[in-house]
C-alpha cells in the first residue's frame, strides 16, 4: 500500500519537479517498490492521456482574417527579404497540451495538497483544544489542591495559635505560682524571726522565774565562720539529770556526719557525751531532749563539735557552738 507521501512525491516525480536529495530518495525507493512504480506509470500514462481531452474548436472569423492578414504581411516581408521564414513545429501544440495537462496535475496535486493541510489543520486544532481541556482541568485540580492545602494551614495556624493561649496562661500561672512562693518564703521568714523573738522571751522568762533557779540556761553561739548566725540555747535540769537542746541555722549535715553535745564538768578531766544529733536540711533547726553519760553535779559549758557518723567518746572534729 503506497502511503500520502509517496503518493505526493509520484505527482511531482511524474510532472518533473523532484530535484536533488528528494530526487533520488524517491528513485531509490522507486527502484525497490513494485507498487510504487505501477502508480508512477499510471500517473505518466494518465498525463500523456489527458493532453487529447481538450476539444477542437473553430477560429472566430474576425481571428482567421487577423491571421490571413498577418500572413500577407508576412508574405510581404517574406518578398521584400525583410523577416526570416519560420516554420512552426509540428511538436509544438503537443507540447503546449502536455505543458496544459502537467499544470493541471500540478493543481491537483496542489488542491489535494491543501485539502491534506486543512485536514492536518484540524487534527491540530482539535488537539489544541483537547491540550487546552486538559490545562483547564489541571489548573481546576490544582486550584483544589491549593485551597485544601490552605485550610489545612489555615487549622495549623489555629491549632498553633490555641498551644501559643495555652503557654501565655501556663507562663501565668507560673508567675501566680512563684509570686505565692515568694509570699511564702516571707512568711517563713516571719515565722522564724516570731519564733526567734518568743524564744527570747522564754529565756527571759526562764531566767527571772524562781522555780527555775536550779536550772542551768545557756545560749551556745556560733564558732563557724560559714554560719555565723548559727543559734542554740540548753537548758540543763540536774535534779533529773537531762537536759534540752534547740538549735538553729545550722549547716545541714554530709551522710557521713553528725553533730555531739558535750557536757564541761569540772570534776572529769574531758567533756561529758550528751548524744549526737542531726538538723533539718532545709532550715537547719532540731531540738532534742539529751541525758549525759556520767552523773553531773554543775555544768560550766555547752559545747557541739562536728563528729562522725555515730559520734565519739571523745571530741575530735571542730566545735562549732560554745556556750559563753
Same mark, same amino acid.
Given at each position: 500500500?503506497?502511503?500520502?507521501?509517496?503518493?505526493?512525491?509520484?505527482?511531482?516525480?511524474?510532472?518533473?519537479l523532484?530535484?536533488?536529495?528528494?530526487l533520488?530518495?524517491?528513485?531509490?525507493?522507486?527502484?525497490?517498490?513494485?507498487?510504487?512504480q505501477?502508480?508512477?506509470?499510471?500517473?505518466?500514462e494518465?498525463?500523456?492521456r489527458?493532453?487529447? #481531452?481538450?476539444?477542437?474548436?473553430? *477560429?472566430?472569423?474576425?481571428?482567421?482574417?487577423?491571421l490571413?492578414?498577418?500572413?500577407?504581411t508576412?508574405?510581404?516581408?517574406?518578398a521584400?527579404?525583410?523577416?526570416?521564414?519560420?516554420?512552426v513545429?509540428?511538436?509544438? *501544440?503537443?507540447?503546449?497540451a502536455?505543458?496544459?495537462?502537467?499544470?493541471?496535475a500540478?493543481?491537483?496535486?496542489?488542491?489535494?495538497?491543501?485539502r491534506?493541510?486543512?485536514?492536518?489543520?484540524?487534527?491540530?486544532? #482539535?488537539?489544541?483544544e483537547?491540550?487546552?481541556?486538559?490545562?483547564?482541568?489541571?489548573?481546576k485540580?490544582?486550584?483544589l489542591?491549593?485551597?485544601?492545602?490552605?485550610?489545612?494551614?489555615?487549622?495549623?495556624?489555629? #491549632?498553633l495559635?490555641?498551644?501559643?493561649?495555652?503557654?501565655?496562661?501556663?507562663?501565668?500561672?507560673?508567675?501566680?505560682?512563684?509570686?505565692?512562693a515568694?509570699?511564702?518564703?516571707?512568711?517563713?521568714?516571719?515565722?522564724v524571726?516570731?519564733?526567734?523573738?518568743r524564744?527570747?522571751?522564754?529565756?527571759?522568762?526562764?531566767?527571772h522565774?524562781?522555780?527555775?533557779a536550779?536550772?542551768k540556761?545557756s545560749?551556745?553561739?556560733s564558732?563557724?565562720?560559714?554560719?555565723?548566725?548559727?543559734?542554740?540555747?540548753?537548758?540543763?535540769?540536774?535534779?533529773?539529770?537531762?537536759?534540752?537542746?534547740?538549735?538553729?541555722?545550722?549547716?545541714?549535715?554530709?551522710?557521713?556526719?553528725?553533730?555531739?553535745?558535750?557536757?564541761?564538768?569540772?570534776?572529769?578531766?574531758? *567533756?561529758?557525751?550528751?548524744?549526737?544529733?542531726?538538723?533539718?536540711?532545709?532550715?537547719?533547726?532540731?531540738?532534742?531532749?539529751?541525758k549525759?553519760?556520767?552523773?553531773?553535779?554543775?555544768?560550766?559549758?555547752?559545747?557541739?563539735?562536728?563528729?562522725?557518723?555515730?559520734?565519739?567518746?571523745?571530741?575530735?572534729?571542730?566545735?562549732?557552738?560554745?556556750?559563753?
Amino acid at each position: 500500500m503506497i502511503d500520502e507521501l509517496h503518493e505526493e512525491l509520484a505527482s511531482l516525480y511524474v510532472l518533473g519537479l523532484l530535484e536533488g536529495p528528494e530526487l533520488a530518495a524517491f528513485e531509490a525507493a522507486l527502484a525497490r517498490d513494485a507498487a510504487l512504480q505501477g502508480f508512477v506509470r499510471e500517473l505518466t500514462e494518465s498525463t500523456c492521456r489527458l493532453a487529447y #481531452t481538450a476539444p477542437a474548436a473553430s *477560429p472566430s472569423p474576425a481571428l482567421k482574417a487577423r491571421l490571413l492578414d498577418q500572413v500577407d504581411t508576412a508574405a510581404r516581408w517574406r518578398a521584400e527579404r525583410k523577416v526570416v521564414p519560420f516554420t512552426v513545429p509540428a511538436w509544438l *501544440p503537443w507540447a503546449a497540451a502536455a505543458c496544459l495537462a502537467l499544470s493541471c496535475a500540478w493543481l491537483g496535486q496542489l488542491y489535494l495538497v491543501s485539502r491534506s493541510e486543512n485536514a492536518l489543520l484540524r487534527d491540530q486544532q #482539535t488537539l489544541a483544544e483537547f491540550e487546552l481541556t486538559s490545562a483547564r482541568n489541571q489548573l481546576k485540580a490544582e486550584r483544589l489542591i491549593a485551597q485544601h492545602e490552605v485550610a489545612g494551614a489555615t487549622g495549623q495556624l489555629a #491549632t498553633l495559635e490555641a498551644s501559643l493561649k495555652r503557654a501565655r496562661q501556663d507562663a501565668d500561672d507560673a508567675n501566680l505560682q512563684l509570686t505565692s512562693a515568694e509570699k511564702l518564703i516571707a512568711a517563713r521568714d516571719l515565722q522564724v524571726a516570731q519564733n526567734n523573738e518568743r524564744l527570747a522571751e522564754l529565756e527571759a522568762k526562764a531566767a527571772h522565774d524562781a522555780d527555775l533557779a536550779n536550772f542551768k540556761i545557756s545560749t551556745l553561739a556560733s564558732l563557724l565562720g560559714n554560719s555565723p548566725q548559727a543559734l542554740a540555747v540548753a537548758v540543763w535540769n540536774p535534779a533529773r539529770q537531762e537536759g534540752v537542746l534547740r538549735v538553729e541555722k545550722l549547716p545541714a549535715l554530709a551522710a557521713d556526719k553528725d553533730y555531739q553535745l558535750w557536757l564541761v564538768d569540772p570534776q572529769y578531766p574531758i *567533756p561529758v557525751d550528751g548524744g549526737v544529733f542531726t538538723v533539718d536540711p532545709a532550715t537547719g533547726e532540731a531540738r532534742i531532749s539529751f541525758k549525759a553519760d556520767k552523773p553531773i553535779k554543775a555544768v560550766a559549758k555547752f559545747a557541739v563539735s562536728l563528729e562522725r557518723k555515730g559520734g565519739v567518746p571523745k571530741a575530735q572534729g571542730p566545735m562549732v557552738l560554745l556556750s559563753q
